[in-house]
């Protein structure tokens, strides 16, 4: 059983989730061909934070899907607010639903490069010092269920402190917090999508896709786990 040791750090939404499918698993649930599976020796991941790498469902040039590994957050150049100076880029790993079809960061990508994010669970602090971490998974025979998170995805351009650099990244759309959420974080979500509207999600036009946008059912989810800061053995 994989042990995770959560930092003293209250994480916004959503700022921590897992995926622990197996590469097979994720192929036959979001229809992926073996020879479009570019994961390789993919491991459990019980912890992906933002910047980590982790699989992500796309579509290719041909219209296929393709298993990859990006990394989560879009990047953007980010300067010191003190000397003006290049410094770590930033990642902004979740994009609201009320804006992918307003903001210059997330439009185009709304528009031309929805993908499917796999997860087994995500996790939202309540309080600090210390923050009390629960963890959220979908109700079933399984311990943990495969589902996915609505995401997008793009080639990050930007500056970093050698110079230009890109990067390929996702994002995840968040929305209203559902009843069993709300408790934890009042506001925001990840959104969840059924299975039986992936196909909408990755070829519908923007407009079929924003409908999917909305909090998922809350009794078809459960609290998994739940512990305090440094202390947590949480098992994503």
Do not use: Q
């Given at each position: 059983m994989s042990k995770?040791?959560?930092p003293l750090t209250v994480f916004a939404m959503c700022n921590l989730y897992s995926n622990t499918i197996p590469a097979e698993a994720m192929r036959q649930l979001f229809d992926v061909a073996v020879e479009r599976d570019r994961l390789g020796n993919a491991e459990p991941l019980p912890?992906?934070?933002p910047k980590h790498m982790?699989?992500?469902?796309?579509k290719t040039e041909d219209g296929a899907r393709e298993l990859v590994q990006l990394s989560w957050g879009f990047r953007?150049?980010?300067k010191s607010k003190k000397t003006g100076a290049i410094i770590q880029p930033g990642a902004w790993n979740n994009a609201r639903d009320d804006k992918v079809r307003s903001s210059g960061l997330w439009k185009w990508?709304?528009?031309e490069r929805r993908c499917l994010v796999p997860a087994s669970s995500f996790c939202e602090a309540k309080g600090r010092n210390p923050a009390t971490y629960y963890w959220f998974a979908l109700n079933g025979d399984e311990d943990r269920p495969p589902f996915a998170f609505a995401g997008m995805w793009q080639t990050s351009r930007y500056e970093g402190k050698e110079g230009p650099e890109e990067t390929e990244t996702y994002t995840v759309i968040t929305t209203s917090a559902n009843e069993i959420v709300k408790p934890i974080h009042p506001q925001r979500m990840p959104v969840i999508l059924e299975p039986e509207d992936y196909e909408q999600w990755m070829n519908g036009s923007a407009d079929e896709a924003f409908e999917l946008l909305q909090p998922f059912d809350a009794n078809k989810m459960q609290i998994v786990l739940s512990s305090?800061?440094?202390k947590s053995d949480a098992v994503g």
């Open positions: 995770l040791i959560l912890a992906i934070y982790a699989p992500v469902v796309r953007t150049t980010k990508s709304f528009e305090e800061g440094e």
